[in-house]
Structure formats: structure tokens, C-alpha cells
């Protein structure tokens, strides 16, 4: 079973920089896809990026991309997301997630954390 915990939320102002953490349960970061997603009040759960199990290659949709970056440390079992250049779309709750390669779908999910961006 896979165990994800997300941390780093908060208020921030249009602009500035967050750093989100997942802390995953052992071996998962070097297992499987980690993604992060985000759900803004009232709208459905999007997809943010990814990076890859086997190697630190990221992805990123067009909204987040040039202004947010995902890494890992593998040893620690952690993803982040770095959030920089914040504007106040980003507000949402964002999501941790894991999926096995062989699986077409994220299956793990840690609990949340808010983001919030003031303008």
C-alpha cells in the first residue's frame, strides 16, 4: 500500500513562491510516476505534471509550465513542487499522486494541502 503526505501549503501573495513536499511511503518515488495534481472551488481536479520513476524526466501542463517545477529525492522518499511566479488561478487544493507504470491511471492519493495566492 502506498502512503502519500503532502505538506508546504499556504497563503501567499501573486507572484511569490511555494514549495509543496509529498512524503511518500518507502520506495514509492523510485517505483512509480508521481503526479501532482490541483482542484480549484467548484471545478474539477487537474492535472499539474509528473515526474518519471526511472529517471527525474517531468512533465507539465500548459498553465503551470516555465513557472512550476516537480523533483524527487529518492532517498528521502519526497516529491516537491516548486511553485514560482504565482498568480491567483493557482489558487486550489493540491494533490500528491502515484501510479505503477504498468497502469494507465493514478491509484495513491495523499490528502491535500491548500494553496491560496492573493492578488
Known amino acids: 500500500q502506498v502512503h502519500l503526505v503532502e505538506s508546504g501549503g499556504g497563503l501567499v501573495q501573486s507572484g511569490g513562491s511555494l514549495r509543496l513536499s509529498c512524503a511518500a511511503s518507502?520506495?514509492?518515488?523510485?517505483?512509480?510516476?508521481m503526479g501532482w495534481f490541483r482542484q480549484a472551488p467548484g471545478k474539477e481536479r487537474d492535472f499539474v505534471g509528473q515526474?518519471?520513476?526511472?529517471?527525474?524526466?517531468?512533465y507539465y501542463e500548459e498553465p503551470v509550465k516555465g513557472r512550476f517545477t516537480i523533483s524527487k529525492n529518492v532517498a528521502a522518499d519526497t516529491v516537491y513542487l516548486h511553485m514560482n511566479r504565482l498568480k491567483p488561478e493557482d489558487t486550489a487544493v493540491y494533490y500528491c499522486?502515484?501510479?505503477?507504470?504498468?497502469?494507465?491511471?493514478?491509484?495513491?492519493w495523499g490528502q491535500g494541502t491548500q494553496v491560496t495566492v492573493s492578488s
Open positions: 515526474i518519471n520513476w526511472n529517471n527525474d524526466n517531468t
Open positions: 518507502e520506495r514509492t518515488t523510485s517505483t512509480y510516476y
Open positions: 499522486a502515484a501510479r505503477h507504470p504498468l497502469k494507465s491511471r493514478y491509484e495513491y
